[in-house]
Nanobody, 122 residues
Framework: QVQLVESGGGLVQTGGSLGLSCAAS????????VGWFRQAPGKEREFVAA????????NYADSVKGRFTISRDNAKNTVYLQMNSLKPEDTAQYYC???????????????WGQGTQVTVSS
C-alpha cells in the first residue's frame, strides 16, 4: 500500500555531513507520520527522528538532537534527514518508515523502506 525508498547514504568522515531522502508513494494519505530509524550491527533498531505531514510536529532522539534535522516536502512526498557533526557511533543502516501517528516505537510503523547505509569513519 505504501512504498518508501531511501537514498543519500554513503561514507563520511567524523564531523562531516550527509543528507538522506525518503520518497513515499502509494496510499500515503492514511499515514500521518514518517520516522527515521537506524540499526548498527549487534544492536537493536533505534528511533532517530520523526515528523508529521501536517502540523509540523517533530521528535528527535536525544543522541541526535541538535545535530540532525528532519524535514518534509509535501509536494514531492519526500522526507529528509540532514545529518551534521556526524560521529562514528552514527554508523548504521538507516530506514524510513510511516505510521498512523507520530511515535518513537518501531512497532508503530507498519511500512518500511529498504534502508541506506551510513558509515562515519574516524
Amino acid at each position: 500500500q505504501v512504498q518508501l525508498v531511501e537514498s543519500g547514504g554513503g561514507l563520511v568522515q567524523t564531523g562531516g555531513s550527509l543528507g538522506l531522502s525518503c520518497a513515499a508513494s502509494g496510499r500515503t494519505s492514511y499515514y500521518t507520520a514518517v520516522g527515521w530509524f537506524r540499526q548498527a550491527p549487534g544492536k537493536e533498531r533505534e528511533f532517530v527522528a520523526a515528523i508529521s505531514w501536517s502540523g509540523d510536529s517533530t521528535n528527535y532522539a536525544d543522541s541526535v538532537k541538535g545535530r540532525f534535522t528532519i524535514s518534509r516536502d509535501n509536494a514531492k512526498n519526500t522526507v529528509y534527514l540532514q545529518m551534521n557533526s556526524l560521529k562514528p557511533e552514527d554508523t548504521a543502516q538507516y530506514y524510513c518508515a510511516c505510521a498512523r501517528r507520530l511515535g518513537i516505537s518501531e512497532y508503530e510503523y507498519p511500512y518500511w523502506g529498504q534502508g541506506t547505509q551510513v558509515t562515519v569513519s574516524s
